[in-house]
């Protein structure tokens, strides 16, 4: 499991610009949600090795990333329970 930016909160902008050039802008495939436990969600997901995940600045900015990726194509997928101010991909 790799969190990215050591932890710093990010705002939706810059979350969706990290995420766009991690996932090489292939969407056709991806997982994305948000959770408040990440760990937790990289469990419940069968600990993929491509995981990683974002903290949002609020739960506002990661519905926004979310939104953003499922208008892509990215396949939504549930976090778990808490603040859902992170953003994970795989």
């Known amino acids: 499991m790799r969190v990215r930016k ?5 705002d939706a902008t810059e979350i969706i610009l990290e995420l766009d050039q991690f ?4 969407y056709a495939g991806r997982k994305v ?10 469990k419940t997901q069968g600990q993929p ?7 949002a600045d ?7 990333v979310e939104d953003y ?3 892509k194509g990215c396949e939504l997928v549930e976090g ?5 101010a ?3 991909v795989y």
Request: proline share 2%; glycine share 12%.
């Open 49 to 55: 090795d491509t995981w990683q995940h974002w903290r």
């Open 6 to 10: 050591g932890g710093k909160q990010m």
């Open 86 to 88: 992170f953003v994970f």
């Open 58 to 64: 609020d739960e506002q900015a990661a519905q926004i």
């Open 23 to 26: 996932i090489n802008w292939d």
């Open 33 to 42: 949600g948000v959770t408040g436990d990440p760990a937790r969600s990289w």
């Open 69 to 71: 990726f499922k208008e």
């Open 80 to 84: 778990t329970a808490g603040s859902f």
